[in-house]
């Protein structure tokens, strides 16, 4: 199951809400993972974002939902205006901060939502004779941190999302690439046997979505490898 929801609008258009949650990660003492509050919140726009772009949405607005304490709040909100404008989007930032009880440990969560016309939906369009590959590698907890050299960057998703030479984009979450790809190619009815090679761990978690699988016309393929550099790993079922 994806991280979005469509909820039909209006005759053409689909509301596309995505969502990401950060629970033991922050600068309290009691977490288990140590990072900045405006990181988590960046991860969580990640995985928001690339949820919502994947499947062709138009993001329109966030949502973020605060645990960890009034001063958390405008930190994070920076740090979310920052992507946006490197992403040249225009998006509004709302949402509300627990004020009344604090937490022993943080918690934060971030939803954007989005809107796409059902005839332009990005999912299922990926034809059989389509090549693919994984853009980045899969990371998790310390890594993400410690290994941003080995993450696709946004700005990489939303160009290759945006490619002409790019049938479809999926990120990959914390049950691995195999399993990203098995639903990839069974949303697009191909139920031939998935065996891939591939340098990377397939089972591996992807974390926040520190990678993500292209599905593409092969004969462009040097424009994509191009565009990835060392990121672009071949994905052969």
Known sequence: ??????????????????????????????????APYP?????????AFMENYAVG?????????NF???????????????????????????????SNFPLQQSALALTIAGKIHRAEKMTGCTPEHAAFAVIGEPLVGEEVMD???RMASLSLFKELADHPAVFE?????????????????????QARAVDPCCPLDLFKSGGPSTCFIISYKKEQEAALRTAAEALFHPLVP
């Open 39 to 47: 990181l988590v919140a960046e991860f969580m726009f990640r995985v």
């Open 147 to 149: 290994d941003q050299d």
């Open 68 to 98: 960890s304490g009034d001063d958390v709040w405008e930190p994070c909100v920076s740090r979310i205006h920052a992507i946006i404008d490197r992403l040249d989007l225009s998006l509004s930032v709302t949402g509300s901060t627990e």
């Open 169 to 189: 984009t999926r990120p990959v979450g914390s049950k691995g690439i195999l399993y990203e790809l098995k639903e990839m190619m069974s949303i697009n009815g």
């Open 1 to 34: 199951m994806r991280d979005s929801t469509f909820i039909p609008f209006d005759d053409s258009f689909d509301l596309v809400i995505s969502t990401d949650n950060a629970a033991n990660i922050g600068e309290k003492a009691g977490d288990y993972i140590q």
């Open 57 to 65: 949405a138009e993001p329109l607005s966030i949502l973020l939902h």
